[in-house]
């Protein structure tokens, strides 16, 4: 069975700067895959590329085993390719439900002519699909800046797993968050891959790497310096990989 | 039960921060009636909505911009140029032999089709350009002032025909002494008789495309869209939202309201002339901030507008009837702006 998504090859310069050399992985349904590395090693910029947002210089992606052209971020999701900033890219002066649909507004015709937004529908989707993720929000007509941190992760991840989502590739979903909100946050990654979706997670935190993932891939300098299972690691040697430091042993 | 009693002052006091604005407006009839009684009257209401239809229509326009986190410093002169290019073009109809009705008609129509030019140039030069909507529109005021005074050369147009005061001057309907309805046309009535006329025609004219716009702005998905762009721009670009386009109909939109008040300001006046919104501007940005839009963008409605729009409107005809100088209300728009602005700062939940 092809790989839900894979890369290959991906290479990505900026000027005389290759952010990402060479990288290529793969990750299939309902699996976690951790892109751990240091500060420009190259994670943010690899995923920028499967997200639309960069164009790499060289490589290839593959969803379901067919080669995809991503131009553009549009591209990306609609291929279900969904991704979820450290950011989140919320519009934080607007409600619950005017951001799961954010750009996608679900209308209907006043007077058989004039589409108009259909909030009731919106809202009761929005409830939907936050009970399935098993979070609640006090109002979903309050605005996203009366919103805790966790809540609005949870609101930026359910507009992605509305759209049916296939892959979903996470920025560091947990910083600036609290210790109980890390939690349910964690939580949530878990049930989504049990839905089957497969994700990817960039994070700082090796407690959040091995909670989470299945598997986890080093970057180091924009070259992938290693891929392990979490199973058959540890947190030392993914720190060494990301270091550097197993290299300087071998020589 | 003490829990229950601080809730419910905190409610009240909420409220009342909320809705600062309209319990101001009620303060300043209760002030302006107490000082000249006639104020508190039917015709002082139509008279204050009849000068205040230029602040409604420039409030509106600038509300689409702002909203986007934008600003459009050019709705004053885009105006003036309006009064004259409406009103050169009537005259121009006018003497190709059209009837009075069709001139001012197709001359207006025309108009507001040019009105969406200069919004065209802005939007584009913001949107695609990224030029600062500040450097953008302010560019913009020049421009339509100095082709408003080239077309004029310094004398206002005239020779307007005089059905155009009629209309503009005109209300909606009026009641005759023997209490009998008549639409558009004042009724000839005996020496002594009073006819009540009932909503200014320009009022009506200007509530038309507010309420359409207003419902573009609430209902429809563009109208989201500008409030989402106001709120988080990149947000917006990645959620596939088409930014340039929906800017550059914000401006567009923002110029033809300008282009209408012009057309009013025509009708009403007879006359065009360069600088016949030139102090619209502080008004219009007023009206949209009194009415609690946040100038970082993403905020305001064109309910609370037109109620800003309303405050603007009663300061400048109440000062007018207590027999205070104009540029009393300069000062007093200036000032209520300031406080709204404070208010803003000091309570950024007042209007979220």
Redesign the interface.
Known sequence: MPHILEVKNITKRFGGLTAVDDVGFYVDHGEVVALVGDNGAGKSTLIKVISGVYKPDAGEIFLNGSKIHIES??DA?NYGIETI?Q????????DVP?NIF????I?KK?AGL????HQEYMLEESRKVLDRLDIEIPSFKS?I?NLSGGQRQAVAISRSIYWNAQVLIMDEPTAALGISEQKKVLELVSSLRKQGIAIIIISHQMYDVFSVADRIIVMRRGIKAGERLVKETTSEEIVSLIVGAETVEKK | MTQIAVNHKNLSAETIGKNWITLFLVILVIVFSLIAPAFFSIDTLQLILFNGTEVFLLGAAELFVIITGGIDLSVGFVMGFSTIMSSKLIVIFQGFGLPPFMSILSGSLIMLVIGLLPGLVNGWLVAYLRVPAFIATFSMLGITHGISELMTQGVPTKNLPSLAGIIGNGSFLYISPDRKIHFFTRPQVARGQVVVSILPNMVVFAFIFILIFSFLLSKTKFGRHLYAIGGNIDAAIRSGINVKKDLLKAYMISSFFASLAGISYVMKYITGKPDAGADLLLDSIAAVVIGGASMAGGSGTMGRTILGALVIAVVQTGLRIIGMQTFMTYILVGSILIIAVILDQVFPNLNR
């Open positions: 971020p549009i999701i900033y950011d989140l890219a919320l519009a934080e002066n607007l005017s954010l750009g996608r507004e209308t006043k004039i589409p108009v937004i605005n800046r």
